[in-house]
């Protein structure tokens, strides 16, 4: 690694919500900046003004802060590279693309949509390779490589469209090397003359991104395997603009692949098989089509964090879990695999109950209260930390603790049927009349006091304990699962559990 400080950006461009696959190669990137005490950049890669989507960058950083990844530099935030929209930087790369004509790298090319998709059908029905714009047909297109000079100029002169395109060498061995790849080797012929700049003045992804990350001092560039196909055009144009020696190293990362290791994870494969592909929920602005989110899903963002985090990337160990701070402490690039990474649906729901379980109950309580503000519940924050002590060893996801405490907020309308059929017999009025006798005189509702003067309830009624402890907890609660019993009762207080009592005794007492 050289001794320039750690620079690196993550770069998406917003054309719809971020993929968990964005939010992972935020996330390595993010890790790498802290991990070498360096700068993590946002920039918006908007040079493709066809495919903006209204509201996808507010998105991608709502997502970034819910996750807990804050760029140093970038939109909102600002920095010495300003701006950071590439939309906004247009008059700053005409100067690039000039250069790259002046010293015969590039060449204006002519040719229409229309004449391109001309010559692709005509390749095709010929038989021949796919077309592609290269070395061989660039010597039979319209481009300032065939035209003369004086024709170059008329036609620029008269304004007709054209494109700037990178003319790639004939036979020549491109190579770089990939902090997780080793060295990728090339043939230029293999390459096409990828466009520049387009006719409607805006640069493409291939200039943009080297001439930004040059002027912004990128020193790793850090990206999904998709681009490394792009890599070798983008070594060249460090060369032809004459930045080699500050050109970045590249990392490209692998796939995240579908759970059965066939294909890249899309948003289909969600859909399918049930789980969410990106970090928030997203409501597409054009056809309202919906897709969910794992922060709506009852995710933690700590657990996506480490979900993302494990998928291409093995410690030195076999710990799983992970807080930022141990990720920033024990990533490295090298420990990132060459291969896909398969997206298990059932070990990210494994990761949120472990984080769950992990949390603090006034973390906790914080994400419930604004559950039970929806169901008209008032509570005081300390009663509510202290079901989530409770309820939290059965959640799977946060969103599920009304689902499993809504009981210690509101008293039960209706008794499991199934276990009052089962359970409730001849003896069982008395016993619960006389418990409730028991538990009204009691001073210390601790749990060793309740579970002894239930146990004491039962020896005066010649019953075993646990003939009527199901039962209890119907009683009380409405379910016959829960968390544990005398913890519940002992947090319900005497009054509630009395009052439970009286009114369920009331409701079922007749039964036969």
């Known amino acids: 690694m050289s001794d320039r400080r750690v620079r690196v950006r993550f770069a998406p461009s917003p054309t719809g919500p971020l993929h968990l696959g964005g939010v992972r ?36 950083i709502e997502a970034l802060k819910w996750v807990g990844m804050p760029f140093n530099e970038g939109p909102g935030v600002g920095g010495s590279y300003a701006p950071y929209r590439q939309s906004e930087r247009k008059a700053m790369y005409n100067q690039y693309a000039d250069q790259l004509l002046e010293s015969g790298n590039a060449y204006y ?19 021949g390779n796919t077309f592609k714009y290269d070395h061989v047909t660039r010597e039979y297109l319209k481009n300032s490589l065939t035209l003369s000079g004086d024709e ?14 990178i003319k790639i060498p004939r036979l020549e061995e491109v190579k770089l090397h990939d902090i997780i790849r080793g060295w990728v080797t090339v043939q230029s012929n293999q390459l ?81 098989l049930g789980f969410p592909v990106f970090p928030l929920n997203w409501t597409d602005p054009a056809t309202g089509e919906k897709a969910s989110g794992y922060r709506e899903a009852g995710y933690l963002p ?10 291409g990337w093995h410690p030195s160990d076999n710990q799983e879990l992970f807080t930022m701070d141990e990720l920033v402490e024990a990533f490295t690039l090298e420990r990132v695999s060459k291969s896909g990474a398969k997206f298990d649906p059932e070990k990210a729901k494994w990761y949120n109950h472990q984080y769950i379980r992990k949390q603090s109950n006034e973390s906790l309580a914080e994400v419930f209260m604004p559950a ?42 209706q008794y499991d049927a199934e276990v009052l059929k089962k359970k409730w017999d001849a003896g069982a009025l008395e016993f619960f009349t006389r ?12 749990h060793e006091k309740l579970q002894q003067t239930f146990e004491d309830t039962a020896t005066e009624a010649g019953v075993k304990p646990g003939q009527y402890l199901q039962l209890f907890r119907v009683l009380l609660l409405g379910e016959s699962v829960g968390p544990g019993m005398w913890d519940t009762v002992g947090l319900l207080g005497k009054n509630e559990v009395i009052e439970r009592l009286v009114i369920a005794l009331e409701k079922v007492g007749n039964r036969e």
């Open 192 to 272: 096409d003359d990828k466009v520049l700049f387009k006719s409607d003045g805006m640069p493409t992804y291939h200039l943009a991104n080297v001439v930004d990350d040059y002027l912004m001092k990128i020193t790793h560039v850090i990206r999904g395997e998709e681009w490394l196909p792009s890599a070798p055009t983008h070594v060249l144009l460090y060369r032809f603009l004459g930045w080699e020696d500050v050109m970045p190293e590249f990392a490209h990362l692998p796939l995240i692949l579908r759970p059965d290791g066939n294909g890249k994870l899309s948003k289909r494969d969600g859909d399918r």
């Open 302 to 311: 700590e657990a996506f964090v480490n979900i993302l985090a494990m998928l």
């Open 435 to 446: 418990l409730k006798t028991n538990l009204n005189v009691l001073s210390d509702f601790s």
């Open 109 to 127: 090319a002519f040719d229409s949509p229309e004449e391109l998709d001309e010559m692709r059908e005509r390749m095709s029905k010929a038989g």
């Open 152 to 165: 170059v100029k008329t036609r620029l002169d008269a304004g007709e469209p054209y494109v700037i395109r």
């Open 25 to 60: 190669t935020a996330l390595y990137n993010y890790l790498f900046a802290k991990k070498h005490g360096g700068d993590f950049l946002l920039r918006i890669e908007d040079t493709d003004q066809n495919r903006f989507v209204p509201g996808a960058e507010d998105y991608i």
């Open 372 to 413: 039970l503000e929806q169901n008209g519940i008032k509570a005081e924050k300390d009663y509510v930390e202290k079901v989530c002590g409770l309820i939290k060893e059965k959640a799977t996801f946060t969103n599920e603790f009304w689902k499993l405490g809504s009981f210690f907020f509101e008293r039960p309308t």
